[in-house]
């Protein structure tokens, strides 16, 4: 048995693993939206459902003609090959969608979806079959411990995972996705070899299935109520943990490592109360219908949490928040399979499946049905009330005598009640604002005057500021031509995309979140006007994707990733494949701006030397404001030019949009600041001769820890071979 839980912690960890890459590969080949991210994850999870109800077929059915734990060691080879085959699927997927030239919306997400589908499914349900294939093996050899078969190597299962949710950012920063993911592809083929091993001699080797039911932990009767309960546990759990990513996100950041904390915190407590199930079952108890009302109040607990009344540090926040509630799942999760199952792979398999249904369908509601029409705090709610009523259910049921339970647990409900009403949001910390929700963020407009901010999610993205101007009057300005049409990849405010209407040329700007134009307004009082002009055109679209489906060029392209700069999934507007997206849609002459808001040397010298293998000739500016630089790309010279030709370049209503917010009084004095800023490429590159340059691959910019933490210097040395000099300056 040792072995199994061996074999299935390392399963667990690779399973996480893939799961984090296959995600960011996705992304990366059909866009950063909404609808892609649930699209991977759904694909992931049906695998894995498909994979378990098949699995568990086939096991019920094994004649035993050799060892069982031979069909999981086959089971595991597959998964390997599987790390090694999905990103070459999910690349032949995007180069057949670039052919076909499909440029509608909806037969993009239909033909990506499709395709995404084909590339996970099959090698998933191989993953989701491992947990049936082992309980075939235990019922074969262990028959006293197949009862309780299902929650044993769950919980191995479970505690790998959550060594999969922070162990592979580390190997990430060094190995990139592609070799990480051969890690895990070496894994995989170590645990088939292993299985097959341990087959050779010992219980393992046992090939016959015993037809007697075996003894221990009662089976009970069949009951459609133990999977609706795993359907419910299933689909609460993975709509909560799109509301909480709303929720904790303004306290944690928008870094791949919040995220990691949230699943890593999910998965540890998970594990945490698997082992608690596991020590309880050992005699023979009844299941207390009281836990569900329990489960009921710690649905509730993100909402004191994340309460910004309450001051205190960001882990405590999400361990007071999500620990009770993912704790009880995971004591849930594995009883209700095994009281179903009773070691029955076959039925093992069917109720893990039904659980899968569930945690397919949760994001799906949370995100796109239930966000957009009401705040974190009734959805919460919403999810919360079912599970007092399923505590309260046999009471109603027992007559009279049950009076004094029931109107305690009445009580319990009315408090969450309550609780919802009394607790505060996030955006109750700004007395001025206005609030839009959508399927992708929560966005909230604040602030008055100059002192007017965005957040999406709770993170700060911008603020009124002339760099924002800059962004788009510079590149104009040092164009060797007459502009024809522009476009601005991340909408933000609107100042930048603003800015270029100021020139009378057709603009196109690109936003990811719906909710974040609408707001426009809240900025900008001639916003109604500019929207529209015939000459502005809006499209809610990842960037990147948009770029990869539509047959435009432009004379100019503007880009300002939301900030952070380490912020989850914004290397996809930094990587040098991103470049050579963007260098065939510019016309000849035309010039790329690319806002870098800061960073430390290695990322600095990465991204410059992503544009310069992109794009022959890069010059780069501070900015106005003295951080951040500008940096402009394009395949032919770019001018030399004074300030006072690119001032006299410029129409008068662009002058006079430039001027708006100062600080300088003419377009010429703004423009010197930023020339007396220019710094040569040569010398970003140099401060880390050895960063490579920013990939897909290779996401510099997100992944950071080891380069920030790593004691002593020498050992950063190793990992990312830059020079001490310049480790100084970062400091």
């Known amino acids: 048995m040792a072995w199994l839980f061996v074999f299935f912690f390392i399963s667990g960890f690779c399973s996480i693993l893939y799961e984090l890459i296959w995600l960011r590969l996705a992304m990366a080949d059909f866009g950063v939206t909404t609808a892609m991210v649930s699209t991977v994850l759904s694909m992931f999870m049906a695998g894995l459902g498909l994979g378990s109800w098949a699995g568990g077929r086939l096991a019920r059915r094994w004649q035993g003609s050799f060892p069982a734990l031979r069909l999981y060691a086959l089971a595991e080879l597959l998964i390997g090959i599987s790390a090694v085959a999905v990103p070459y699927e999910l690349a032949w997927g995007r180069n057949l969608l670039r052919g076909l030239g499909s440029s509608s919306s909806f037969a993009y997400y239909l033909f990506s979806g499709a395709w995404v589908g ?214 849930l999760t594995p009883m209700l399979v095994d009281r179903w199952s009773g070691g029955d792979p076959g039925r093992a398999g069917a109720a893990y499946a039904v659980n899968v249904v569930g945690c397919i369908l949760g994001p799906l509601v949370s995100g796109f049905v239930l966000l957009p029409l009401m705040n974190e705090r009734w959805v919460t709610l919403l999810f919360a009330l079912p599970w007092f009523a399923v505590g309260m259910l046999p009471l109603l049921s ?187 849609h510019l016309r000849p002459g035309g010039i790329l701006q690319q806002w870098l808001p800061g960073g430390d040397p290695v990322l600095y010298a990465s991204v410059t030397r992503a544009l310069t293998q992109s794009f022959r000739y890069v010059r780069v500016f501070g900015s106005v404001e003295s951080w951040g630089d500008h940096f402009l790309a394009s395949a032919r010279p770019i001018p030399e030019r004074s300030a006072a030709e690119l001032a006299e370049r410029m129409p008068a209503s662009a002058r006079k949009d430039l001027l708006e917010w100062g600080p300088q009084t003419t377009a010429e004095e703004q423009f010197a600041v930023v020339l007396a800023r220019e710094l040569p490429p040569e010398r970003l590159q140099a401060e880390a001769p050895l960063a490579p340059a920013l990939q897909d691959d290779r996401p510099i910019n997100e992944y950071y820890a080891l380069r920030r933490y790593l004691r002593p210097y020498r050992w950063r040395k190793l990992v990312w071979q830059e020079r001490q000099t310049s480790l100084a300056r970062a400091r």
């Open 398 to 584: 027992g007559g009279t005598s049950q009076a004094a339970p029931l109107l305690g647990r009445a009580a319990l409900a009315a408090v969450a009640v309550a609780a919802v009403i009394l607790s505060k949001g996030y955006e109750d910390r700004f007395p001025r604002r206005e609030v839009r929700r959508d399927h992708t963020a929560t966005v909230i407009a604040t602030g008055e005057g100059m002192n007017k901010r965005l957040f999406v999610n709770g993170v700060g993205i911008t603020h009124l500021t002339p760099i924002t101007k800059l962004m788009a009057h510079l590149p104009l300005a040092f164009l060797d031509h007459p502009p024809r049409n522009t476009l601005v990849i991340c909408f933000g405010m609107g100042t930048s995309y603003r800015s270029l209407m100021s020139w009378n040329i057709p603009t196109t700007a690109v936003e990811l979140v719906p909710s974040v134009p609408e707001l426009f307004g809240y900025y900008h009082d001639d916003a109604l006007e500019l929207l529209r002009s015939p000459l502005s055109h809006v499209v809610i679209d990842d960037g990147r994707r948009y770029l990869e489906r539509t047959p435009e060029q432009y004379d100019v392209i503007t880009i300002d990733p939301p900030p952070p700069v380490q912020a989850a999934g914004s290397s996809l507007l930094y990587s040098d494949e991103f470049y050579a997206t963007v260098k065939r």
């Open 118 to 331: 084909v590339s996970l499914v099959p090698w998933c349900a191989c993953m989701g079959a491992t947990i049936p294939f082992a309980m075939l093996a235990i019922r074969s050899s262990y028959q006293q411990e197949a009862p309780r078969s299902f929650s044993y190597l769950y919980l191995a299962n479970v505690l790998g995972a959550t060594t999969g949710a922070t162990l592979p950012l580390l190997l990430i920063e060094i190995f990139g996705f592609h070799g990480t993911l051969r890690i895990g592809a070496a894994l995989n083929v170590l645990l088939a070899a292993g299985a097959l091993a341990v087959t050779m001699r010992g219980p393992l080797a046992a090939r016959s299935v015993p037809s007697e039911s075996p003894r221990g932990l009662p089976v009970q009767t069949p009951s459609r109520r133990l999977l609706v309960l795993l359907f419910g546990t299933g689909l609460c759990s993975m709509a909560l943990e799109v509301v909480w990513i709303r929720q904790f996100t303004p306290y944690l950041g928008a870094m791949v490592y919040a995220f990691a904390a949230i699943l890593g915190f999910y998965l540890l407590t998970t594990f945490l109360g698997s082992r608690w199930y596991r020590h309880w079952s050992r005699a023979e108890r009844p299941m207390n219908e009281l836990l569900w009302v329990v489960l009921g109040l710690a649905v509730l607990l993100p909402l004191f949490a994340a309460d910004p009344s309450w001051t205190m540090r960001p882990v405590l926040r999400l361990a007071l928040g999500i620990a009770p509630f993912t704790g009880l799942l995971g004591f």
